[in-house]
């Protein structure tokens, strides 16, 4: 059974501050999604990396794809309170499966 | 745009009961999927419909069943409901199966006491 980790779990910082959350398999995916859910609304997609080593910058969101494409990292520059969400990763697997991580929960204090 | 539509959005249900979730997409898309969220636990992946007339087993499919109406709806339908089954569902589509990205209906939480 392939498994998705996100660390931290819980992360709240203050507004103006950096942060990364990851997201971790022992299992090699073909793509990576992320996205980001708000209290009492569905998760939103946020960015694909298909390419080991691929970053992609979302305003002050960059997206990373490990080598191997078994991990990938956000990192958040200056965060804001808007930023405050779930945020999830997604791996597809070789056999175009879709497998959520659990999670990060961010939150920004102003 | 509507996106993707569940209905209701809330539900309370006795052990035992039964329920119907209702999910529509005004997207053209041939994919329809139903999962759940538990705290801690992510997205779980109940049932899928890769294209209309076609539903396979998820993750956690016991104590569901689905029905593909159609292209537009989805629908997930509890027999006997168990506290168990309390969550938060979601209904999502997208264009293809293969992993292509999903789009997400606003969820429908579910107490069964």
Redesign the interface.
Known sequence: TQLLEQSPQFLSIQEGENLTVYCNSSSVFSSLQWYRQEPGEGPVLLVTVVTGGEVKKLKRLTFQFGDARKDSSLHITAAQPGDTGLYLCAGVSSASKIIFGSGTRLSIRP | NAG?TQTPKFQVLKTGQSMTLQCAQDMNHNSMYW?RQDP??????IYYSASEGTTDKGEVPNGYNVSRLNKREFSLRLESAAPSQTSVY?C?SSEG???Q???????TRLSIL
Do not use: T
Not at chain 2, 40 to 45: A, S
Not at chain 2, 101 to 107: A, N, R, T, V
């Open positions: 993707v999962y801690g636990m992510g997205l779980r992946l979601f999502a199966g293969g992993g990205p999903q789009h997400f209906g606003d969820g």
